[in-house]
């Protein structure tokens, strides 16, 4: 079993910047690709980034790229999401994933989720 817990969301302004985290505990983690995904009310969940944990091969979804970074921190198991130039159309819950799949922009490929962090970005 692997439990992810999230935090960092609230609340900035238009082109802000805020940092997100993900802190993952459980055995096999090292074996596992670990992606943010958001979802706004009303909206379908949307892929926003991944990173391979042996490697740390990154991906992002078009909607993000270049705005926002994924990396990884080994020694405290976190994957962190820094987020810069946001726009209103990034205000959603943000979810941490994890599963045996790498890259993947599918939600039902990834097996462990954390309980999301809201991010509200406002004018």
């Known amino acids: 079993q692997v439990q992810l817990v999230e935090s960092g969301g609230g609340e900035v302004q238009v082109g802000g910047s805020l940092r997100l985290s993900c802190t993952a505990s459980?055995?096999?983690?090292?074996?596992?690709?670990v992606a943010w995904f958001r979802q706004a009310p009303e909206k379908q969940r949307e892929f926003v980034a991944a990173?391979?944990?042996?490697?740390?091969?990154?991906v992002y979804g078009d909607a993000v790229n270049n705005r926002f970074t994924i990396s990884k921190d080994d020694t405290k198991n976190t994957v962190s999401l820094q987020m810069t130039q946001l726009k209103p159309e990034d205000t959603a819950v943000y979810y941490c994933?994890?599963?045996?799949?790498?890259?993947?922009?599918?939600?039902?490929?990834?097996?462990?989720w954390g309980q999301g962090t809201r991010v509200t970005v406002t004018s």
């Open positions: 994933a994890a599963g045996s799949v790498y890259y993947s922009q599918k939600t039902e490929q990834y097996t462990y």
């Open positions: 990173i391979r944990i042996t490697g740390g091969a990154q």
């Open positions: 459980g055995r096999g983690f090292e074996n596992y690709g």
